[in-house]
């Protein structure tokens, strides 16, 4: 059965700072690995997919890495502003459609 | 090309009543899957639908609960007799064959 694991479960960073939210998975035999945000009392919106021959995949301020072997995937988001707080969630599908997901790191950007 | 839309977005019903949540994928999305949302949990898959046809229903409680994606319409969750343990949020998800899934809004059910 596939765990993901979200570290830290909450961040809080001033304004212009760079963030480093990290994702592990245990059975690496996925397929993919989604990168959602979340507003409070929200839907999720798809932020960045890497297929799992990928290493990578870039979105304007948002970079996301994949470490399949090691069960990693980390995202960064650059110059961090306060329209970024939202809780991030990672999302792994183990065969092609059933997603899996952590339970979020909660980003705070403080003006 | 609108996306995911769910209804209602708030649902209040109470113990022993049915609650029917309602989900219209995106255009050109043949694929809907239904996710639940527990307080202070995160997202756990439910079920997993083409037209007409239950894919895999393996996260979905044997009773009370069931689903349909008819072959005109919306996707329905049914959840019948409801307990204050069925309060949480309902998020519906589609794709096409590339299987990138996209989310809808959620519906937010209360059982009083």
């Known amino acids: 059965k596939q765990e993901v694991t979200q570290i830290p479960a909450a961040l809080s960073v001033p304004e212009g700072e760079n963030l480093v939210l990290n994702c592990s998975f245990t059975?690496?035999?996925?397929?993919?690995l989604q990168w959602f945000r979340q507003d409070p009392g929200k839907g999720l919106t798809s932020l960045l997919l890497?297929?799992?021959?990928?290493r990578e995949q870039t979105s304007g301020r948002l970079n996301a890495s994949l470490d399949k072997s090691s069960g990693r995937s980390t995202l960064y988001i650059a110059a961090s502003q306060p329209g970024d707080s939202a809780t991030y969630l990672c999302a792994v599908s183990s065969n092609d459609y059933k997603l899996s997901f952590g339970a979020g790191t909660t980003v705070t950007v403080r003006a | 090309n609108a996306g995911v839309m769910q209804n209602p977005r708030h649902l209040v019903r109470r113990r022993g009543q049915e609650a029917r949540l309602r989900c219209s994928p995106m255009k050109g999305h043949s694929h809907v899957y239904w996710y639940r949302q527990l307080p202070e949990e995160g997202l756990k898959f439910m079920v997993y639908?083409?037209?007409?046809?239950?894919?895999?229903e393996s996260g979905m409680p044997k009773e009370r609960f069931s689903a349909e994606f008819p072959k005109e319409g919306p996707s329905i969750l049914r959840i019948q007799q409801v307990v204050r343990g069925d309060s949480a949020a309902y998020f519906c998800?589609?794709?096409?064959?590339?299987?990138?899934?996209?989310f809808g809004q959620g519906t937010r059910l209360t059982v009083v």
């Open positions: 998800a589609s794709s096409t064959d590339s299987w990138e899934a996209f």
């Open positions: 639908l083409q037209k007409e046809n239950i894919i895999d």
């Open positions: 890497i297929q799992s021959s990928q």
């Open positions: 059975d690496s035999a996925i397929y993919n």
